[in-house]
């Protein structure tokens, strides 16, 4: 059985026989992006979108969700129709957005995550086996890793310093006649 074809995929992983190894599949790959294991799931209805007629259906080869309330799609793709990077927003904006009801807070909205298996390199800037992307603001991340270089720099100072300090403090008792 070739996992990489959607019919053998969904049996495997998107049977109720089968959610054991589901949950070990997602929490493998979670585990990754320092995600807290996942100990339930439910199996969802893959059919997304599509409340008026003249709207654009879509239909998810897998979609779960954990005893947090988090959604979790799995999309597995063989050829590259290069429009990937289009439609998995789409699928996770379609997820992101249709949690609320009228009259709910935003609040109420819980994570969604888009696990996508692919037999073809998506991204041209990396070789990388995986990717793990999540969204923030940009001046903010490079803020962060500023200040977080920045506390590195003043500690290894401190710790120079002292070093310093100690090996004075060391010749100084050597000197003395004490």
């Given at each position: 059985?070739?996992?990489?074809?959607?019919?053998?995929?969904?049996?495997?992983?998107?049977?109720?026989?089968?959610?054991?190894?589901?949950?070990?599949?997602?929490?493998?790959?979670?585990?990754?992006?320092?995600?807290?294991?996942?100990?339930?799931?439910?199996?969802?209805?893959?059919?997304?979108?599509?409340?008026?007629?003249?709207?654009?259906?879509?239909?998810?080869?897998?979609?779960t969700?954990?005893?947090?309330?988090?959604?979790?799609?799995?999309?597995?793709?063989?050829?590259?129709?290069?429009?990937?990077?289009?439609?998995l927003?789409?699928?996770?904006?379609?997820?992101?957005?249709?949690?609320?009801?009228?009259?709910?807070?935003?609040?109420?909205?819980?994570?969604?995550?888009?696990?996508?298996?692919?037999?073809?390199?998506?991204?041209?800037?990396?070789?990388?086996?995986?990717?793990?992307?999540?969204?923030?603001?940009?001046?903010?991340?490079?803020?962060?890793?500023?200040?977080?270089?920045?506390?590195?720099?003043?500690?290894?100072?401190?710790?120079?310093?002292?070093?310093?300090?100690?090996?004075?403090?060391?010749?100084?008792?050597?000197?003395?006649?004490?």
């Amino acid at each position: 059985m070739d996992l990489k074809v959607d019919y053998a995929f969904k049996q495997l992983f998107g049977n109720e026989k089968n959610k054991d190894i589901t949950v070990v599949f997602l929490n493998a790959i979670l585990a990754k992006s320092g995600r807290s294991p996942i100990q339930q799931l439910y199996f969802q209805n893959i059919e997304i979108g599509g409340e008026y007629e003249e709207d654009k259906k879509s239909r998810l080869d897998l979609l779960t969700r954990t005893e947090n309330k988090e959604w979790v799609n799995i999309e597995i793709q063989i050829n590259n129709e290069y429009n990937m990077i289009k439609r998995l927003l789409y699928y996770w904006s379609r997820l992101f957005s249709e949690q609320l009801k009228e009259g709910q807070s935003y609040k109420e909205l819980y994570p969604v995550i888009s696990i996508n298996i692919m037999h073809f390199n998506l991204l041209d800037e990396t070789d990388a086996f995986y990717n793990i992307f999540r969204l923030y603001e940009m001046k903010q991340k490079n803020r962060k890793k500023k200040w977080k270089n920045r506390r590195k720099r003043q500690k290894s100072r401190r710790k120079r310093r002292k070093s310093k300090e100690k090996k004075r403090n060391e010749k100084g008792l050597k000197q003395s006649p004490h």
